[in-house]
């Protein structure tokens, strides 16, 4: 049962879970009965649907909210972090307060992702809580790649590709909000739901990888496809894993994998308006999963980076076949990948917890056991409380 000290809200609140881009903080949440729904540029409309019981949207409403809170760690210096991005792609060099500060926010990040991995949540809220954890994971990264330009070869190349890991934080973020604002309806509450995006749009932001050449077209057939990518991935685990060279060569695999997920992201973005806005999910997160994946192909030598990017490219795999395994993905199945031998306590470094935050029980406040409480974000993303 959930506890009384979560109230849905009072009348005229927007309480928003401020996920995604900088551009859809406040356009993305809950809407009590009688506020409004968004901002003027109407970008996001309200789907209505009644999900489940009562009792089970209300349950998912309160997951909802405390995910909020528990990402507030990685949520509170989004502001900053978009302007510094702003500052570095424009040229402006890393030096070494530049990696310091970045390097405390890759800790914050890790700190979010253990604090929202370990809600407790309802049975159909559980993928959308790995997408959450992911992406934080993910926006972790991005930060510890900017301050790994420092000192590097190319650091353009480096922010570039940190951009391009918390576009895809974005993209995990936004996979998680699409599968569980909808269970949050009521009579009393509507939510936006966010629309189906395709692949990231690297070259709009300025960030587009450079390609090697002779890339294979993918297959047209969906599930020769998604084989071809799990095939990819058994091949870089490998790699990354005892060493043995990638056929073709890594930049080459990174961009088949690109290939392979602007394919597949056309599907997504195809999906109809309205009807069953939850039937290409699955492939959002496949989607993710490859493209992350060929961030861990980037460079071409083995590094724990590259080892953790490709971790959180098979989570990602997994939810999306979880998803699949629920209705709400491809009509043919989604295949396993191959066992990694990578440690996966590498995902857990970083942040107050190390990966091993203390244990939540149904009704506990997300900031339970956390050290110096979780930020406050009023008045930082929406302009005040």
Request: proline share 9%; hydrophobic share 45%; net charge negative.
């Amino acid at each position: 049962m959930t506890p009384a000290r979560r109230p849905a809200g009072r009348r005229g609140l927007r309480w928003g879970l401020a996920l995604g881009s900088l551009a859809a903080l406040t356009l993305a949440g809950v809407v009590v009965a009688g506020a409004s729904s968004g901002g003027g540029d109407g970008a996001r409309p309200t789907t209505k649907t009644a999900a489940g019981s009562a009792a089970d949207r209300t349950q998912t409403a309160a997951f909802y909210r405390d995910a909020r809170l528990s990402l507030s760690h990685l949520l509170v210096h989004l502001p900053q972090e978009s302007q510094l991005f702003t500052e570095l792609l424009g040229g402006k060099p890393v030096n070494a307060g530049t990696a310091e500060l970045v390097t405390s926010w890759a800790n914050d990040d890790a700190t979010a992702r253990d604090l929202v991995g370990r809600l407790p949540a309802p049975p159909e809220a559980v993928p959308a809580r790995e997408l959450y954890r992911l992406g934080a994971a993910l926006y972790a990264e991005s930060a510890r790649t900017v301050a790994g330009a420092l000192g590097a070869a190319d650091p353009g190349a480096d922010v570039r590709a940190a951009r391009r890991l918390q576009l895809l934080g974005d993209g995990a973020f936004d996979a998680g909000h699409r599968l569980v604002v909808p269970l949050t309806d009521s009579d009393e509450i509507t939510v936006d739901r966010p629309p189906a995006t395709a692949v990231p749009d690297f070259a709009a932001a300025g960030v587009a990888p450079a390609e090697a050449g002779g890339s294979v077209a993918p297959p047209s057939d969906r599930e020769a496809l998604l084989a071809r990518a799990a095939d990819l991935a058994g091949q870089a685990s490998t790699w990354l894993t005892n060493g043995s060279p990638v056929p073709g060569g890594t930049s080459a695999a990174g961009a088949q994998f690109r290939s392979l997920a602007a394919e597949l992201g056309s599907a997504v973005a195809a999906a109809p308006p309205g009807g069953q806005p939850a039937v290409n999910d699955s492939l959002a997160a496949l989607q993710l999963s490859m493209l992350v994946d060929a961030e861990a192909l980037r460079k071409p030598a083995a590094s724990d980076s590259a080892r953790r990017l490709h971790l959180i490219a098979a989570a990602l795999w997994a939810t999306g076949r979880d998803l699949a395994g629920r209705g709400s993905g491809p009509g043919g199945a989604v295949p396993a990948l191959s066992p990694s031998g990578l440690d996966p306590a590498l995902l857990d470094a970083g942040g107050l917890f190390n990966g091993h935050p203390p244990a939540l029980q149904p009704g506990d406040p997300p900031d339970k056991d956390v050290p110096g409480g979780i930020p406050s974000l009023n008045g930082v993303l929406t302009g005040g409380g």
